[in-house]
C-alpha cells in the first residue's frame, strides 16, 4: 500500500530564488493538504485541496505561495523569492473521501540561506 | 480558534516504565488524530479517535468529547517509543479541513 510521497526530500536555496515541490497523495484521496513546521513547534495548515479545487488558504500562505492540483491527484507547492523565515519542513497529506483521518507524507525540508 | 494543549512538554522514561500524555481541547470537535513523528521528521498515524477507547498493542487512547480532553496511554515503553507525540483536532462544523496540531510532548526513554 503506498503512502504520500513528497519530492525532494531536501531542498537548499538561496534567498530569493524560487522553489517548487511535489506531493502525491495515497491513490484514491480525494482531499489532500499542505503544512508547515518549523523547529519546535506543531504542523500549521496551509492549503486544502478537495480533488482540484483549492477550498482553503491560511493567512500563513502569503502571495508569494501558491499551490496547485491540477488533475485532483498530486500537488505542487510554489515559494517565489524565497526568504530566510521560510526556512522549515512543509508537509503533505491526505484524506479519504469517507473519513476525515489525515496521512502525512515524509515532508520536504527547506533551508533557505 | 481553538486552541489544543498537550502536557507534558517533555517526558524521561526508562525502558519498561508506562506513560500518560494529555491532549485538552478548548471548543468541539469533529475528530481527534494521535502522532508520533520520528527523527526524520514522519508522522506516523497512532489513533483516529473524535470519541471512546481504542488500543493497538502497547497503546492506547481515549477521548472524552464531552469534557474535551484525550489521553495516550504508552505502556511497557520501549527506546523506540521515543520522539515526539502529537495531537490533531478538526474543529467541529469544519469537516474535512484543516487538523489543528498542539505543540507535542517529546518522550525520551533510555535503556
Known amino acids: 500500500d503506498t503512502g504520500v510521497s513528497q519530492d525532494p526530500r531536501h531542498k537548499i536555496t538561496k534567498r530569493g530564488q524560487n522553489v517548487t515541490f511535489r506531493c502525491d497523495p495515497i491513490?484514491?484521496?480525494?482531499?489532500l493538504y499542505w503544512y508547515r513546521q518549523t523547529l519546535g513547534q506543531g504542523p500549521e495548515f496551509l492549503t486544502y485541496?478537495?480533488?482540484?479545487?483549492?477550498?482553503?488558504k491560511s493567512r500563513l500562505l502569503s502571495d508569494r505561495f501558491s499551490a496547485e492540483r491540477p488533475k485532483g491527484s498530486f500537488s505542487t507547492l510554489e515559494i517565489q523569492r524565497t526568504e530566510q523565515g521560510d526556512s522549515a519542513m512543509y508537509l503533505c497529506?491526505?484524506?479519504?473521501?469517507?473519513?476525515?483521518?489525515?496521512?502525512f507524507g515524509p515532508g520536504t525540508r527547506l533551508t533557505v540561506l | 480558534g481553538i486552541q489544543v494543549e498537550q502536557s507534558p512538554p517533555d517526558l524521561i522514561l526508562q525502558e519498561g516504565a508506562n506513560s500518560t500524555l494529555r491532549c485538552n481541547f478548548s471548543?468541539?470537535?469533529?475528530?481527534l488524530q494521535w502522532f508520533h513523528q520520528n527523527p526524520w521528521g514522519q508522522l506516523i498515524n497512532l489513533f483516529y479517535?473524535?470519541?471512546g477507547t481504542k488500543q493497538n498493542g502497547r497503546l492506547s487512547a481515549t477521548t472524552v468529547a464531552t469534557e474535551r480532553y484525550s489521553l495516550l496511554y504508552i505502556s511497557s515503553s520501549q527506546t523506540t517509543d521515543s520522539g515526539v507525540y502529537f495531537c490533531?483536532?478538526?474543529?467541529?462544523?469544519?469537516?474535512?479541513?484543516?487538523?489543528?496540531f498542539g505543540k507535542g510532548t517529546t518522550l525520551s526513554v533510555s535503556s
Open positions: 497529506a491526505s484524506s479519504p473521501r469517507t473519513s476525515g483521518e489525515q496521512f
Open positions: 491513490s484514491e484521496h480525494n482531499r
Open positions: 485541496f478537495q480533488n482540484e479545487a483549492q477550498l482553503e
Open positions: 471548543d468541539s470537535v469533529n475528530n
Open positions: 479517535i473524535p470519541s
Open positions: 490533531a483536532v478538526e474543529p467541529l462544523n469544519q469537516a474535512g479541513t484543516a487538523l489543528i
